[in-house]
């Protein structure tokens, strides 16, 4: 917290269509390329009963409570083509909340755009099941809205990832409390205000900018009948058991530590560009990050060469600047953890054969937090840079000599949010797709993330799925309605 008296513009809650009057502590909001503090957020403990009240008001309000699936779709789909109509203004929000550059945040945002119009779609054509369960009855089964839904969303795509939870809670006929990072909270509020643009009640989708103990009290009231949460496997565990002891419903995607596989029959040009993006985009900062890479010995000196020369031609530079490839990361904070971990493994024995110091860019940039691609090898897996998320760009490169030996390197974490692997052997990749120990395996590709295909993690790597039809059954629940349409059966008529 900050009690800075700075001029910077200030966040506060939404709740109700409107922004709340600036009250609470403040947090100063730091530009992740330069360090200097752009704006502040307002902490305002009034805003989780007056949002819950709200979203629960909105929820029961007939305008919202009786509209067709039809019209529910026509409302996602406006507001998808707003947020595509802004997304380079939504992208620089998110840049200035996480360092990605301006061109990849714009995109994302109009990839985003496309949630919502895949749930308006799924929403039309989402139907009930009929059951005959005897000559005479019949069971409806229906999905129903759950009711208030908080949305907890991670610095690295509070929009974006975001978005996975809102389109298909709006789909489903939720009422949604996005809870944002207090350090990155514009592109949440902006998105509030567009889906009132778009023409969906007042009230049904808030945004509460909380620190750790309001998030906790936003997720535990007993009004709120899910969380859905994205971010660390540490405040997961711990957020979740508080949930779970409601019996509210809780879904979440948590950390990952992604194996990268490179087979002895892998197309060597193709793996190693897609191994370079698996790793390095966003500096790093997506769960996915592929920061294991594997190789078969008999290709680890030519692959390493090649995968270094790859890397080299990252260019790190101002969100912002057309030719900039990744920004900084995204916090002083995440600056000091990203380099001890190298740090540490350096003394234990690695060596960094590319990056391994954070540069200044410029002497104009020197106060951001740059991390250069950094490369690790001489690694060994009980390493700390082996098996924790390190979230940014440092990738550790092993080698195996056998099939088994790959395997039991990538399942040997606590995660297993996502993997990939490079062959051309048609039964070895069916054998090792299943043998992985991943919510998601990509097969001689990687980081493909599509909206249609679930996504989420084994082990501590999460909870439930997003993205897909599976995730309108995340954000719904099941009713049977059972139909007897003959006459009474009286068991005790003789």
Known sequence: MTS???RAPAFTSYVD???LPPAGDRLDLVDPATGAVWAQSCINPSAVPLAIASASAAFDSEPWSVLAPAERAALLRRLGDLIAANAPALGELESLANGKSHAATAAEMRATAQWY???ASALETHQGLHRTISRTAEAEIIREALGVVVAITPFNGALSLGSWKLAPALAMGNAVILKPPAEAPGSSIRLAELAIEAGFPK????VVIADAPLSEQLATHPDVAMVSFTGSTA???LLGAKIAAGMKRFVCE???????IIFEDADLDAAVIAATQGAFSAAGQTCVAGSRVLVHQSLYDTFLERYIASAKRIRLGVPSSPSSHIGPVASRRQFERVNGFVAEAVANGARAVLGGAAPVVDDALAGGFWVAPTVLVDVTSDMRVCREEIFGPVVTVQSFATEDEAIA???GVEYGLAAGFWTKDLARARRVSRRLQAGTVWINTYRAINLRVPFGGYKQSGIGRENGLEALD???QVKAIVTEYGPASDPFAQ
Not at 203 to 206: E, K
Not at 254 to 260: M, Q
């Open 235 to 237: 405040t997961a565990r």
């Open 17 to 19: 269509g409107a922004a």
């Open 203 to 206: 009230g049904l989708v808030n």
């Open 117 to 119: 119009h895949y749930y």
């Open 4 to 6: 800075s008296t700075s």
């Open 474 to 476: 995340e954000f719904s």
């Open 409 to 411: 390197i990538a399942n």
């Open 254 to 260: 948590a950390g990952g530590k992604s194996a990268h």
